[in-house]
């Protein structure tokens, strides 16, 4: 089974703070991916990464920057916390680019900026 | 961006019923999944879906890929209450993207 482990299941964190958020998996997967879930507007990729030290934006990626110096492990990073950052974060992971396989998401890290 | 219809947003329904859901889009897509959420997780894989036509069960639950390529339904057949929760249908558009449904929350009575 494959496992994708996010560091934080809870997070408060305050305004104007630099705050990571982590995410492992065991798979050697190449494909990792990041996502915010908001009601009403569902999942929204905002950062992903195909291989090591690679790293492509998706729909939402202003606020956050992301990194990737392992193959299995792949960080978010809000560089300057704001209140509107308050969501749910999916880290998620495929086994690779063009195979159309399943992403496998973790747990959700609820992180709430005050 | 685009997003899958996904209907009904919402199913209260007695323990024991079946249910059906289901997700359309305006166009085609390659590859059709179906997650679970539950409260405070992250979504788990029920079913993957490969090819149009493809009819693929796992226990009570049973999804298809469209003919057309352009829809999937989902249906939980002797509903229990643990199958409560969110569930999300999502897809590999043309471009390789995975696009998600907005989801259709379960609520079961027992």
């Known amino acids: 089974d494959v496992k994708v482990t996010q560091s934080s299941r809870y997070l408060v964190k305050r305004t104007g703070e630099k705050v990571f958020l982590e995410c492992v998996q065991d798979m050697d997967h190449e494909n990792m991916f990041w996502y915010r879930q908001d009601p009403g507007l569902g999942l929204r990729l905002i950062y992903f990464?195909?291989?090591?030290?690679?790293?492509e934006k998706g729909d939402i990626p202003e606020g956050y920057s992301v990194s990737r110096e392992k193959k299995e492990r792949f960080s978010l990073i809000l560089e300057s916390a704001s209140t509107n950052q308050t969501s749910m974060y999916l880290c998620a992971s495929r086994k690779r680019a063009g195979s159309n396989q399943p992403q496998h998401f973790g747990d959700g890290t609820r992180l709430s900026i005050l | 961006g685009q997003q899958l219809n996904q209907s009904p947003q919402s199913m209260f329904i007695q323990e024991g019923e079946d249910v059906s859901m289901n997700c359309t889009s305006s166009?085609?897509?390659?590859?059709w999944l179906w997650y679970k959420q539950d409260p405070g997780e992250g979504p788990v894989l029920l079913i993957a879906l490969y090819k149009a036509g493809e009819l693929t069960s796992n226990g009570r639950l049973t999804a298809q890929f469209g003919i057309t390529r352009k829809d999937s339904f989902l249906n939980i057949s002797a509903s229990i209450p643990s199958d409560v929760g969110i569930y999300f249908c999502a897809g590999y558009n043309q471009g390789g993207k995975l696009i998600f449904g907005q989801g259709t929350e379960l609520s079961v009575k027992p």
């Open positions: 990464s195909y291989d090591v030290k690679m790293k």
């Open positions: 166009s085609i897509f390659n590859t």
